[in-house]
C-alpha cells in the first residue's frame, strides 16, 4: 500500500486556481511534520510549504498569500490550495512526510503535475 497517494493538480490559466491532497495510510500522528516540494527544470528542488504536527504552518516567500497548506487528521489528509497561479510555476509537485524534526523527509507521493499556461 503506498503511504502517500496525491490527487488533483491539472491544468489552468495564468491567475487560475488548484488544490492538491495528499491521502496517508496511517495517522497523521505518526509524523511530526509534512510538507510539499517541487522541483523547477535545471534547479534544486525546493520546498513550497510544511506544517507540523501542532498545526504551525510556513510557506515559502515566493508563493506567501497565494499558497496555503492545511491538514485533515481525521481525514488524514494533507492539502495544498494554490490561488493566482503563474506559468513559472508550472511543475511537478510532491507531498512527503518525516517523523522527526531536522530529519529526511522518509516518505514521498507519487507526484502531480500543475500546468499553468500564460
Known amino acids: 500500500v503506498q503511504e502517500l497517494v496525491q490527487s488533483g493538480g491539472g491544468s489552468v490559466q495564468t491567475g487560475g486556481s488548484l488544490r492538491l491532497s495528499c491521502a496517508f495510510s496511517?495517522?497523521?500522528?505518526?509524523?511530526?511534520?509534512m510538507g510539499w516540494f517541487r522541483q523547477p527544470p535545471g534547479k534544486e528542488r525546493e520546498g513550497v510549504a510544511h506544517?507540523?504536527?501542532?498545526?504551525?504552518?510556513t510557506t515559502r516567500d515566493s508563493v506567501k498569500n497565494r499558497f496555503r497548506i492545511s491538514k485533515d487528521n481525521a481525514k488524514r489528509t494533507l492539502s495544498l490550495q494554490m490561488n493566482s497561479l503563474k506559468p513559472e510555476e508550472t511543475d511537478m509537485y510532491y507531498c512527503a512526510a518525516r517523523h522527526s524534526p531536522d530529519a529526511d523527509f522518509d516518505y514521498w507521493g507519487q507526484g502531480t503535475q500543475v500546468t499553468v499556461s500564460s
Open positions: 506544517i507540523n504536527i501542532q498545526g504551525a504552518s
Open positions: 496511517r495517522s497523521l500522528d505518526n509524523y511530526y511534520s
